[in-house]
């Protein structure tokens, strides 16, 4: 069993930056997939970023050029660093950890992120 706790959402005006962190009670270094959804409210969750087997990464089209998923494997920590964020960019963002292809995944309990226009 693997407990991820989320950190670094909070409210910021359009244009600003905000950096989430997910804190893994174990090992992710050889993860098959991190990565972060987010769910706005009246919507499906959608997923933001994902790394694959600690290497390849992916984004949305909505967050290209401005969200980067990074992994600490030493620290046990996922991060989104959020850039040039926009309204639309409201909603609970949650971490997401899957050991293996045949394993089930892990999720954090969400932050919210709030952006102002």
């Known amino acids: 069993q693997v407990r991820l706790v989320e950190s670094g959402g909070g409210l910021v005006q359009a244009g600003g930056s905000l950096r989430l962190s997910c804190a893994a009670s174990?090992?992710?270094?050889?993860?098959?997939?991190t990565a972060w959804y987010r769910q706005a409210p009246g919507k499906q969750r959608e997923l933001v970023a994902k790394?694959?087997?600690?290497?390849?990464?992916n984004y949305a089209d909505s967050v290209k050029g401005r969200f980067t998923i990074s992994n600490d494997n030493a620290k046990k920590t996922m991060y989104l660093q959020m850039n040039s964020l926009k309204p639309e960019d409201t909603a609970v963002y949650y971490c997401?950890?899957?050991?293996?292809?045949?394993?089930?995944?892990?999720w954090g309990q969400g932050t919210q992120v709030t952006v102002s226009s």
């Open positions: 997401y950890y899957r050991p293996s292809v045949v394993a089930s995944a892990y």
């Open positions: 174990g090992s992710i270094a050889d993860a098959y997939v």
């Open positions: 790394i694959t087997y600690g290497a390849s990464t």
